[in-house]
């Protein structure tokens, strides 16, 4: 990955994190994308003294405002007119319904349309590589997900189950979507199932809710390093480079459900994001 630049969102933390560290030291310059200046701090300290790189920077950007990211993606491209790897990490679990800045459920806000305006706006800058590659990190949760778009902030029915399955069936979907929109192009778009990674996606930071449940189960999760070693694979093997639209679990393809499947759906669901994210 010498000479590579790595976009790594939310990865101040757990997967991200990880990630962050194996990329830098393959030799990768690896820009984190954190909402919190001083997490994300923290965290950039953290990842060079354990690649024991110098080639980490630290961007902010909150993918629950499509203010935020739009300032990001001007100030990254400004900054990197070439992106190798996007590998789309951060991801939130609300147990209580939250909306972001926009409006949106938050799941559904930050998993999917954050990533999905982000992505569009660097498209340009990954076809710019030599072989651009998009790295989703959705869940097995997508198999009891839908859409409910005529509901997009679930005023009806929430609980955080469904509204973190939507988002990643929408995560699906999306990668399906857009390898179809990417063929013929050197960029390629998989994503994957990490497994039940031990992080901290379900710990409200303001309060600490849940952080006692998460020590309790430690020992039945897999370590961020773990969880992330699909994510690696998807980003850095050199036999996938013509791989595209595939949903990964282990580093096998994984047969999907009917739901995520679904050309029709996935194809709404992209013209409902565009409409959404102000790209349509």
């Given amino acids: 990955m010498r000479g590579k630049y790595v976009l790594i969102t939310g ?44 080639q980490i920077y630290l961007m902010l950007c909150d993918l629950g405002s499509f203010v935020s990211i739009r ?24 147990v209580r319904r939250e909306l972001t800045a926009d409006g949106y459920e938050r799941d559904l806000g930050v998993n999917h349309l954050g ?61 399906r979507e857009l390898a179809a929109r990417l063929q013929g192009t050197s960029v390629t778009v998989n994503c994957l199932h990490p497994g039940a990674v031990g992080t901290s996606i379900g710990v409200n930071r303001e309060t600490g809710f849940g952080r006692s449940v998460l020590k309790l189960l430690s020992h039945v999760f897999l370590t961020p390093e773990q969880g992330a070693d699909t994510a690696i694979y998807l980003a850095t093997a050199p036999e996938l480079g013509s791989v595209s639209g595939q949903y990964y679990y282990r580093r096998k393809i994984q047969e999907l459900a009917p739901r995520a499947r679904n050309e029709e759906e996935a194809a709404r669901l992209w013209k409902w994001s565009l409409e959404q994210s102000g790209l349509d």
Avoid: W
């Fill in 11 to 54: 990865a101040n933390s757990g997967m991200g994190l990880a990630a962050t560290v194996e990329m830098a030291r393959r030799g990768a310059t690896v820009i984190m994308a954190c909402r919190s200046r001083q997490r994300g701090e923290e965290a950039l300290a953290e990842a060079k003294r354990r690649s024991g790189s110098e």
């Fill in 71 to 94: 300032a990001f993606a001007e100030e990254f491209k400004a900054a990197y007119p070439v992106l190798d790897v996007l590998m789309n990490n951060a991801g939130v679990v609300t």
């Fill in 115 to 175: 990533h999905f305006l982000l992505t569009n706006l660097l498209l340009d800058n990954l076809k710019a590589a030599e072989q651009g590659r998009i790295v989703v990190v959705a869940s097995g949760a997508y198999k009891i997900g839908k859409l409910y778009l005529d509901d997009h902030t679930l005023s009806r029915g929430f609980n955080p189950g469904k509204a973190y399955a939507r988002s990643k069936l929408a995560n699906i979907l999306f990668t």
